[in-house]
């Protein structure tokens, strides 16, 4: 089965920054697929933070993340990265990383929760005032 791991969270304060990554097995299935990062807060949807086309060439972001945070791909390591930068008490969230097998010439933006089939377990991201 499709397993997606994500790692790399943890607490920071405002105004500082973190990297999360998500690994895909196998690697067949990462190098096919677009991927994207969402985020739940509690009590809330969850909602699009980023995608990243399955050769890294279309990137898509979230108003209220734009210019802060940046996704990026790395197929030999069959992982997605969120270089998370700014980050603000309102970012605290659990992020998940999600998978949409795609054809080559499909970029996206792939911006909807339907969009995708394969989802990791996420990893805590807490940002203190």
């Known amino acids: 089965q499709v397993q997606l791991v994500e790692s790399g969270g943890g607490l920071v304060q405002a105004g500082g920054s973190l990297r999360i990554a998500c690994t895909v097995r196998?690697?067949?299935?990462?190098?096919?697929?677009?991927m994207a990062w969402f985020r739940q807060a509690p009590g809330k949807e969850r909602e699009f933070v980023a995608s990243i086309s399955r050769n890294g060439g279309s990137l898509y972001y979230a108003d209220s993340v734009k210019g802060r945070f940046f996704v990026s791909r790395d197929n030999d390591k069959n992982t997605v990265y969120l270089q998370m930068d700014n980050l603000q008490p309102e970012d605290t969230a659990v992020y998940y990383c999600?998978?949409?097998?795609?054809?080559?010439?499909?970029?996206?933006?792939?911006?909807?929760?339907?969009?995708?089939?394969?989802w990791g377990q996420g990893t805590q991201v807490t940002v203190a005032s």
């Open positions: 196998p690697g067949r299935t990462f190098s096919r697929a677009a």
């Open positions: 999600a998978a949409k097998p795609t054809i080559l010439t499909n970029n996206g933006p792939f911006t909807s929760l339907s969009d995708y089939g394969h």
